[in-house]
């Protein structure tokens, strides 16, 4: 049984040795297990809670260093599916000096776009406390198919549903599609992560990606307007980089905090370390899972949302998502420092 179980892609993320320069120009990569879901359940078992993941990746060489580093981590890996026909998806990773990241796929197809209902493990759901899943597994069938049928057994099982769009341009035919799609899923979710560019995105009448950021005050007006559309979000996080992050909830509800002074190397990963501090804070706090997403408890929200800034920051800090997600001890030490 795990209290968090996280449904999506799991892949092999390369990144660049070096920063400033293209994919093609880097003298050479650092393997880094990844993918948002499973980034997401290692960061929570990371934390000191149970999680499961389930996907599919190759029966290849990737596909089982996968299985054995979130196996490694705590995580239970019995859900995961190995196909022999089709390889592990990668991703090449270049870097900026700021460590913001430029993503080359690999996959055509991986195995993780052929996941199929039949491999899907609802035993695994129904014994959860809240099911997580991304927007990647919905690009394609049978994939897209196999994600929804696994929100309809956390629906119907009463688990908490969180949903992170993870927006991936270059995996989608187009930004239009990207878009409707990434919005149809939202109706299922109780709680949603976005960063500010997926927010501007969403929401924005021209559907294009934003090319600078925007005021505290034209957030919040974007994330008023996400919610109205789609009231079933019970609790909206916001995350803007190295500016912070913020929670919407209730009726109006808001908290915002300042990010944090880190030397920032590697931002990969870093929204699936708040994520998952995210959903840990929840499950830590019982009163917020059974009851303070519908009436709020700004005193618990605020304490979740400073432990999910704190740890997405220091997920910056190392190269990689899965190497740099802290443990519960790392955030605590940083914390009191």
Known sequence: MAAVVCLGEALIDFVAAESGVGVGEASGFLRAPGGAPANVAVGVARLG??????GKVGDDPFGRFLERTFAGA??????????????????FVSLAENGERDFCFFRNPSADMTYA????????IQTGR?????????????????TLAAVAT???????????????????????????????????????????EELV??????????????SGGERDALAAKLRRKFPNIRLLAVTSGARGSSLYFGDGGQISVFGLPVEAIDTTGAGDGFTAALLVGLIENDRAVADALVVPDQNILTHILLRANLVGALTTTRKGAIPALPTSAEADAFSSA
Not at 77 to 88: E, K, W
Not at 117 to 124: P, T, V
Not at 130 to 146: K, M, N, V, Y
Not at 164 to 178: C, G, H, I
């Open 201 to 214: 995105f969403l929401i924005s009448q021209d559907g294009n990606l934003p090319t600078e950021d925007v």
């Open 49 to 54: 809670h149970t999680s499961a993941f389930l």
């Open 117 to 124: 209902s039949a491999e899907l493990d609802h035993a695994c």
């Open 154 to 196: 956390a629906r119907a099982a009463g688990l908490l549903l969180s949903y992170d769009p993870n927006l991936r341009p270059p995996l989608w035919p187009s930004l239009p599609k990207a878009r409707r799609t990434i919005l149809s899923a939202m109706q299922h979710a109780d709680v949603v992560k976005v960063n500010e």
């Open 74 to 91: 705590g995580v239970d890996t019995s859900g995961m599916v190995f196909d022999p026909r089709h390889r592990t998806g990668l991703a």
């Open 130 to 146: 809240i099911f997580h899943f991304g927007s990647i597994t919905l690009i394609d069938e049978p994939a897209r198919t196999t």
